[in-house]
Every structure is written in structure tokens, then in C-alpha cells.
């Protein structure tokens, strides 16, 4: 059990750049080895022998590193998001270092059930990634993680139907093929909003900006979304149709991310493309689509008993060494910029289109405590243009309601 003691002692470390040297010296050759025990959380694909046991081999690779120490590895099974409802109800009784989602970082600092990274750790962490992926992880002026992948969408297509110039846009798209999209996961919807200018929360951290989905910028695109929707060309991707429809050649181009990249390869061999996302025309403007952002980043538990041990870990297992391994074993896009800036890796089209998309054709998803209030009424005007009770005659009235609910306290 946890020793609620360790935070008092530890308080002066959590950021985690302070006297390092002085709370490993019990490890010296003298006194022997230290024996110290830690617990570790990743996803099952992470610990699978399928996949060479990318975390375990990493632990022990890590271990080989640091002689000083006797370590006894426990590990556990979280994906990067029920990671942080876990933890932040009980710290004491959780990993000592786990891999999160960067969405679910107020929930874990609310609770007080991650550590910040100060110090020399935080100037290796600054120096492996791009201000980008470092925004992801920073909340008022603190950084919380280790960064070892980045997250959001992109678009896969055939290319014996399109060439790289047709799939930079999406009107050019819909008249020579077949186009699926998440139209009801609010995930995906708010890429055209975005697009024509809708805000949330500022630049994504001023909770008390609210969101900006209203007023006729937002109904113009509550119009296109209708036409979209009823574009014989175009298809709804729900429960795995849009892979499906690669697979028999009635869906030509759809929208996902790397977690489903070897599934289109599958479906469509050697004719497989991938690429950032398209424009779209509205109102006879060009308009970029936009697709939320965020990273994947390794934490470290502010109440481990072993705080140096946790943050070396951490930062090892976000390192260009293992990030390599993690891509070669798993195939988890990297986004340290050796790696991304690595001839072979860099020429990857996954990597490609996953980076670029990241860099110029997405905004950082929001993870202030509202956000939460977001997902249901864009999940609903989704569904209400799909079943017909949203249409042209409406939509002006049903866009505000929407945006009435999304700064709401939920619906």
C-alpha cells in the first residue's frame, strides 16, 4: 500500500528536476543494489507477443540501463483512455506509470493524480518533440507527460480511383468515387465547422470564451452537411462499413486514423492511399477541413513510492529508442522529430499523412472540463440530419440549439 507520507517527503520533487542524484545515492556500489518495485499500465497491444512484447522489452532494456537499481516490473493492462478514470479515483491504489490520453489530462490534475515534469527531465522531453506536441501536454505553464504518439484523423483511398491531386478536395472526390465519413461520431463532425471558423473555448483552453458554434457561419455548414448528406455519392461510415466498403470496391476513400491502417491495407493492397484531409467548397469558397488533434503521452503517478525510478522510465519509454521499437513492433507512429525526420520512417504515408494532418490541418482538441458538454449535441445534429428532422427549412433554429447545448451544462 501507498504511503500518503511519500507526497509530503516527494513534494519538493514534483517537479520532478530537483536533486535527482541525491535520491538515487542509496544505490551506491557500496551499499548494493536498491530494490525497487514498479508498476506499469499500457494497452494490451503494448504486451502482446504478437507484437514482440513492446513494453515489457522496454522495461528490461530499461533495466539493463540503470545497474543501480533492483527493479521487480508489475504490469497491468489500460488503454490510454480508461487509464485516467482509474487513476484519478484512486491514485494511491494505481500504476506508478501509465500511458493516457491528452484529452483526459484535466481529469487526472483535477484529482491531483499526475505529476509534472520540471528540470532537466522536461528539457529532454522539449527537446525530443515540436511545440505542437508539447502543447498538448501543457496546462497553465506545467508540462504532464511524456509524449510518445500523436492522435487524430485522416483519409485513406483507393488509388486506382483517385490520384494525390483529386484527393485534395473533397467536391473532387464526391464526382469521381464513392466517399464515406463518421457523419453521426462528433469526433469527425466538427471538421467543417471548424473549418468556416467555429471556436471552442478560444484557443482550446479559455473555458470562460465558451464555444462558437452559432450564428450564420455555423448554419451555413449545417446547410452543406444537409446536401452532403444526401449527395448520392456520399456514404455514412458506422459500425465498420467504411472498411467494409473498401473491401468490395463500393466505398472508394474514408476517414480514420493509423489504428486502422493495417485493416485498409487488407482491404485495399497496393492500392492503398492515405493522406491529410481535403477542402471542401462552401458557398463558393474553398474551405480547409479540421480535425481535432491531441497526443498520447506516458504519465507518471505523483504518489509512487519510487519517483526517480517512475520519471526515468517514463521519459525512456518516450524516447527515440523506444518510440522506434514501438513503431517497428506495433506500429505506433512515433512523433519525436528524430524519427519523424528519419528518411524511412518519414516516408511512411501513414506517418506522412498522421504528422501533416497533426501540423496543418488540425486544431488541439480542447481538454478543459466543458468540452464535455460538446459531444452530444454535435452527435445529434449528425443524427438529426441523417434521419430527416434536420433539413434547410430548420437548420438555422436547430444549429442554435445546438450551440445553446454545447455551452450548456450538457443536455
Not at 122 to 150: H, K, W
Not at 270 to 297: C, H, I, R, W
Request: glycine letters at 10%.
Amino acid at each position: 500500500m501507498r504511503r500518503r507520507a511519500v507526497s509530503v517527503l516527494l513534494a519538493g520533487v514534483m517537479t520532478l528536476g530537483l536533486a535527482a542524484a541525491g535520491l538515487t545515492g542509496c544505490g551506491s556500489a557500496g551499499e548494493g543494489k536498491e530494490s525497487i518495485r514498479l508498476m506499469v499500465w499500457s494497452p494490451q497491444n503494448d504486451q502482446s507477443k504478437d507484437n514482440g512484447e513492446w513494453l515489457q522489452t522496454m522495461c528490461e532494456a530499461f533495466a539493463d540501463e540503470h545497474p543501480e537499481w533492483d527493479i521487480t516490473f508489475v504490469y497491468g493492462i489500460a488503454d490510454e483512455a480508461s487509464a485516467a478514470g482509474t487513476v484519478s479515483q484512486d491514485a494511491e491504489a494505481s500504476a506508478d506509470v501509465f500511458m493516457y490520453a491528452n484529452d483526459t489530462l484535466t481529469t487526472m490534475t483535477d484529482a491531483n493524480a499526475l505529476a509534472k515534469f520540471g528540470g532537466k527531465y522536461r528539457e529532454q522531453i522539449e527537446s525530443m518533440n515540436s511545440e505542437a506536441v508539447l502543447d498538448s501536454l501543457t496546462m497553465d505553464g506545467e508540462l504532464y507527460g511524456v509524449p510518445f504518439t500523436t492522435n487524430t484523423w485522416f483519409m485513406y483511398y483507393d488509388k486506382s480511383v483517385y490520384t494525390e491531386e483529386d484527393v485534395k478536395s473533397l467536391d473532387t472526390m464526391l464526382e469521381k468515387g464513392v466517399v464515406s465519413f463518421p457523419f453521426v461520431n462528433s469526433w469527425y463532425l466538427p471538421a467543417f465547422y471548424i473549418g468556416n471558423g467555429c471556436t471552442l473555448f478560444g484557443d482550446g483552453t479559455d473555458e470562460s470564451a465558451g464555444v462558437d458554434f452559432g450564428g450564420q457561419k455555423a448554419v451555413d455548414v449545417t446547410d452543406y452537411l444537409i446536401d452532403l448528406e444526401s449527395n448520392p455519392n456520399f456514404r455514412i461510415d458506422d459500425l465498420g462499413s467504411g472498411i467494409a466498403g473498401l473491401r468490395d470496391g463500393s466505398i472508394n476513400a474514408m476517414f480514420s486514423g493509423s489504428w486502422d491502417a493495417n485493416s485498409v491495407k487488407d482491404a485495399l493492397g497496393d492500392n492503398m492511399g492515405v493522406a491529410a484531409l481535403p477542402t471542401f467548397t462552401l458557398n463558393g469558397e474553398e474551405k480547409q477541413m479540421m480535425s481535432y488533434a491531441g497526443s498520447k503521452a506516458i504519465g507518471v503517478n505523483p504518489n509512487t513510492d519510487n519517483m526517480v525510478a517512475a520519471v526515468e522510465l517514463a521519459v525512456f519509454l518516450g524516447s527515440p529508442e523506444a518510440q522506434r521499437a514501438h513503431y517497428e513492433m506495433c506500429g505506433t507512429i512515433p512523433c519525436c522529430t528524430e524519427l519523424t525526420e528519419d528518411p524511412e520512417i518519414g516516408a511512411d504515408p501513414v506517418v506522412m499523412a498522421q504528422n501533416e494532418t497533426f501540423l496543418n490541418t488540425s486544431i488541439l482538441q480542447p481538454f478543459v472540463s466543458k468540452m464535455n458538454n460538446c459531444w452530444t449535441p454535435v452527435e445529434n445534429m449528425g443524427k438529426g440530419i441523417r434521419n430527416g428532422s434536420i433539413t434547410h427549412d430548420n437548420a438555422a433554429d436547430q444549429t442554435e440549439q445546438m450551440n445553446e447545448a454545447m455551452n450548456s451544462d450538457g443536455i
